[in-house]
Each structure stands twice: as structure tokens, then as C-alpha cells.
């Protein structure tokens, strides 16, 4: 067990932590927590739940998965990829069917951990990530369409397409002052970097706004309209179990564990980039299991790491799990002493934020180019994408990976039938003749998304190593949307580097393939060849120039 949970927090402090260390967490504990406060109201209220929830659930998960997480600076919380399964489960199993559900859910993440499962979940295909992140993006941002208009609505389906129906036959009620509110919001998130980049757009929208509507006595709903006071202390909260029912929350759990593994992982590995670390997946995972057992008993909501304040926290300098403890402690302190102002908040704030939010997590240029670029990888993001909207997550991320598993058999029959004539002209392999100032590396097979993260990391170790590196790709029949954006987010991190690549090998195929993401824009005009002789050649005239 050792050997699986191991919390970054106490390699660190045993390996040395300095005050001038603490004070950058510190500071940007306090950075991040103030960005967390509107979102994670927002999140709560987009979800059904009280506001307070979202605070809660910020403050212990977000603790928690610092101090015991496997990432130097994952920032834990509640989500808005959350924020489509927290409803559905509310509508149909009530507070106690989620507070089950998130516990259930909790204890697989453990197992996960346990099992070393943390390294299978970064096998899902880009498409599919992509389809079912998209997918969630376009449901939050129609779950907020009621607040945004201030639609008199006493109720709003569930089902996608029933919900735009019921906005539809409602318009006449809407309120001008909330889509003038809803739009100043969007405008003020977007325009406040201009003007500073420590204080969030939607803490500043927050702010301004509340005080205008407060002043003013403009007639829109806020959070005391739906919800009255927001209580400022932490209880605990025993849900009612029965034994015999715990078959329907199985799937909720399975939905909610598999989302939050997904989302942790993908958060922790967008932050070993911009570090330059490695996180422990399996301990992350414990860590996001832990957080989400302990927390429903406080009235919490799930949780996992959040890409936006993880990103944050780097940015302002956060190196260490004490800034995420910190940013917990933050919160706490807001919630404490001046909760009791966050009732004021108009509803069609919070959904100017959720807007935005949904807007930045749809990935929709990503979307664009999988859809231009290939024709395979269309067919499960489109699918993954429209199960999402349509049907159930957790459906879409089943259908997702078979679908996924059936094209890459398909498309390797086909590369099978083109290369049974093929002969291996590129056969040098005397790599001790060449300049000990050149790292080859080589990829063999298909780059696809059951082996990119592994090809991935076994390319960190080798690619900077020296200035040059020799890619071979000459056993490489095809590379799917997966394999193309792992290799080209590291190709990025080279050249960042200074690290001059080189291809070689490469078939005519893979070379379309290539061109259509402008890859020599990254590597370098002339770095891609058809020979492994021809890439040594260029690689020794770099060598000789230098």
C-alpha cells in the first residue's frame, strides 16, 4: 500500500521546504480561494443544491485532495462537469440518493487507486474526452438559459430538448434586467484581464453587480429568492440507507467516479506540463476518493481537481500542496465571516459565470479540428458528443471506448492489407557511429490512444536528453487524433526547449496526416524525412552549424 499512496505533501516537506517556498503557496492560496468563491457557489446553485454545499465541498475536498493528493499543485473542488449528474441524481433520488451516491462513488475512486487503475483512465481516447467535455458544456450552459432570461418558470425538465421547448413557449417572460445583468457579467469576466490578472472577473462581476441590484432595488432573482439564508457553519449529515436500494445508486456512483478520475487525471497532467512534474496517478486518485467519502457527511457535493484554479495556482506561483490547503482555509474564512452577503447574489450573475465557464470547457476548436481532420475519430466524437446531450454520461463514455476499440481494429485490418508487400529499405541500426549529442527514439506500431501516453512519457525520458532528437517512424502505419495531439503538445515542449526534433521513416499517409496539422511549423521546415540516413545527415549539418 505504501507503494501506491504516497501524498506528494510529505515527499516534500521530508525532501525540504523553504519560507521563501510558503510564502508564494500562501499567496497564491489566497489567489486561487478568491477565484473558487463564485465558482463554487455557482456550481452548487447550477446543480440544485444550496449554495453553501459548493462552498463546503470547496473547503474539505479541496483540503483534503491537497494534503493527500499524488500532485504538487492539484486545486480540489466542485466542477461544472459535476453539475449535469448532481441534477439528474437530485431529481431522481433526492439529497440523500446523492449524499449515497457520491460516498459509493468515493470508495471506487479508492479502489481504483488500490488496483492501479490510475494508469488505464489516461488511456481514453482525445475524441472521446473531447465529445463528452463538449457534450457537458452545451448541457450546463442550458441548464442556465431560465436564470440568464429570468424565465417565470416553476420547474425545468431534465431531458435536453424538452427544456429548450419549455424557453422557447416561456420567452414572454422574460426579465430585461437579468439578460442586461447576464450580459455585463460575460463582458466583465472577459474584459477584467485587461485590467488585472490577480483579481478574477467573476469575483469583480460579483461584487459590482450585487452592490448595483442592491442600490437600486432592480427586480431579479438572487440566491435568498431560492434559497433564504446561507447557514455559516459545517453540521453533519447522516443520510437515510436501506440496504436493498443500494443497486440504483450503482450507476450514479459509476458515473460520478469515472468523471472524476477522468478529470483529475487530465487536470494533474495539464500541471506536470506546466511545472514540469510528475504526478502519482494512483495516489491522486485515493486522495479524490477520500476527499469524496468524508465530504457528504458535511453536506458536500462531489469533487475532483479543477484544470482552471489548478492552472491558476501555477500561475501565481503555487509549487507546493500547501497552496491548495491554503486556498481551503481561504474559503473557510470567507464563509465563515462573510457568508452572509453572498445571499444577495442575483441568480443571473452566477449564470453569466456558468456561461463562461461552459464556453471555456467545450473545447469547441478542438471539436472543429478532429471533425476536418479525421474521419475515424469523427464518428466517436460525434457519438460520445450526442450520447452526452441526448441520452447518459456514463453511456457515452461506454460507447466512446468500444467504439473507439472497433475503428482501431478496422483501421489497422486496412494498414495491414496496404503494407503486406511492403519491404524495409530504412534498415540502419548502428546507432554507434552516430554523435553521442543525438538521441534517437522509436515509435513502433500505430500511435493511437492505447499507447500515446505510454510512447508520451517514454519520450520525455529520451527527448531531453541532448539538443537533437531523431524521431523514427517508420513502423508507424497511422496516427489517430489521440497519438496526434499527445505528440504534438510534447513536439511544443521541445521546441520551447530548444530541442531540435527530427522524423524519419515517415509514410506518405502519416505524412498527410501530418501536414494537415502543420507539424513543420513546430519541428521546423525540413526536419521531416523518408529516410532514417537522410534525418542523420541533417541532424550532423545542425550539429556542425552550431
Known amino acids: ?135 457537458i458544456a452545451l448541457v450546463i450552459f442550458s441548464t442556465q438559459i431560465k436564470d440568464a432570461f429570468g424565465l417565470t418558470l416553476s420547474s425545468v425538465p431534465s431531458e435536453f430538448l424538452y427544456k429548450w421547448k419549455v424557453y422557447f413557449l416561456n420567452l414572454d417572460t422574460a426579465n430585461f434586467y437579468a439578460i442586461a445583468i447576464t450580459v455585463i457579467t460575460i463582458l466583465i469576466i472577459q474584459f477584467s484581464k485587461n485590467l488585472t490578472k490577480k483579481i478574477p472577473g467573476s469575483f469583480i462581476a460579483i461584487i459590482l453587480i450585487t452592490s448595483v441590484v442592491q442600490i437600486f432595488n432592480l427586480p431579479v432573482s438572487s440566491i435568498e429568492t431560492f434559497f433564504g439564508e446561507i447557514p455559516r457553519t459545517f453540521s453533519i449529515s447522516i443520510p437515510n440507507f436501506h440496504f436493498e436500494d443500494l443497486a440504483h445508486y450503482l450507476e450514479p456512483a459509476l458515473a460520478i467516479a469515472l468523471l472524476g478520475g477522468i478529470e483529475s487525471l487530465l487536470s494533474a497532467v495539464v500541471a506536470d506540463g506546466m511545472i514540469g512534474a510528475n504526478h502519482r496517478s494512483n495516489t491522486e486518485l485515493i486522495a479524490q476518493g477520500i476527499a469524496n467519502v468524508i465530504t457528504p457527511f458535511f453536506g458536500g457535493i462531489p469533487a475532483t481537481g479543477a484544470i482552471a484554479r489548478t492552472a491558476t495556482n501555477v500561475k501565481n506561483g503555487g509549487r507546493t500542496p500547501i497552496a491548495g490547503m491554503v486556498h481551503a482555509i481561504t474559503l473557510a474564512l470567507i464563509m465563515l465571516f462573510v457568508g452572509q452577503w453572498a445571499k444577495l447574489i442575483p441568480m443571473s450573475v452566477l449564470a453569466g459565470i456558468l456561461i463562461v465557464v461552459a464556453y471555456n470547457m467545450s473545447e469547441w476548436r478542438s471539436f472543429i479540428g478532429i471533425l476536418k481532420e479525421y474521419s475515424f475519430d469523427s464518428v466517436v466524437l460525434l457519438t460520445t458528443f450526442a450520447l452526452t446531450v441526448l441520452v447518459d454520461l456514463t453511456l457515452a463514455i461506454e460507447v466512446g471506448v468500444v467504439l473507439s476499440s472497433l475503428l482501431f481494429m478496422k483501421r489497422m485490418a486496412d494498414a495491414g492489407k496496404r503494407s503486406v508487400l511492403e519491404v524495409d529499405s530504412d534498415v540502419l541500426e548502428d546507432y554507434e557511429t552516430l554523435p553521442s549529442e543525438i538521441s534517437i527514439f522509436e515509435i513502433s506500431g500505430p500511435l493511437f490512444f492505447g499507447s500515446a501516453k505510454q510512447y508520451n512519457e517514454m519520450l520525455k525520458a529520451t527527448g531531453f536528453r541532448n539538443k537533437i532528437l531523431i524521431l523514427r517512424m517508420r513502423h508507424v502505419p497511422f496516427i489517430d487524433s489521440t497519438g496526434m495531439h499527445n505528440l504534438t503538445g510534447l513536439l511544443k515542449d521541445m521546441a520551447h526547449s530548444g530541442i531540435q526534433v527530427f522524423l524519419s521513416g515517415v509514410k506518405p499517409e502519416v505524412r498527410k496526416d501530418l501536414d494537415r496539422i502543420n507539424i513543420a511549423g513546430i519541428i521546423g521546415e525540413g526536419h521531416i524525412f523518408d529516410s532514417f540516413g537522410k534525418a542523420v545527415e541533417h541532424a550532423k549539418k545542425h550539429l556542425q552549424r552550431e
Open 1 to 135: 500500500m505504501n507503494s501506491i499512496f504516497k501524498p506528494k505533501l510529505f515527499s516534500i516537506l521530508k525532501a525540504g521546504y523553504s519560507k521563501e517556498q510558503f510564502y508564494q503557496d500562501a499567496l497564491s492560496g489566497v489567489v486561487v480561494g478568491i477565484v473558487a468563491l463564485p465558482l463554487a457557489i455557482a456550481f452548487a446553485v447550477a446543480s440544485g443544491v444550496s449554495p453553501e454545499k459548493g462552498l463546503i465541498t470547496a473547503i474539505i475536498a479541496g483540503f483534503l485532495i491537497s494534503f493527500l493528493g499524488g500532485s504538487r499543485v492539484q486545486i480540489g473542488g466542485p466542477t461544472g462537469a459535476f453539475i449535469v449528474i448532481v441534477y439528474g441524481i437530485i431529481q431522481q433520488y433526492g439529497i440523500d440518493g446523492l449524499i449515497i451516491s457520491t460516498i459509493l462513488a468515493g470508495l471506487l475512486l479508492i479502489v481504483f487507486g488500490i488496483f492501479k487503475m490510475g494508469s488505464l483512465l489516461k488511456f481514453f481516447p482525445h475524441p472521446m474526452i473531447v465529445g463528452f467535455t463538449s457534450g
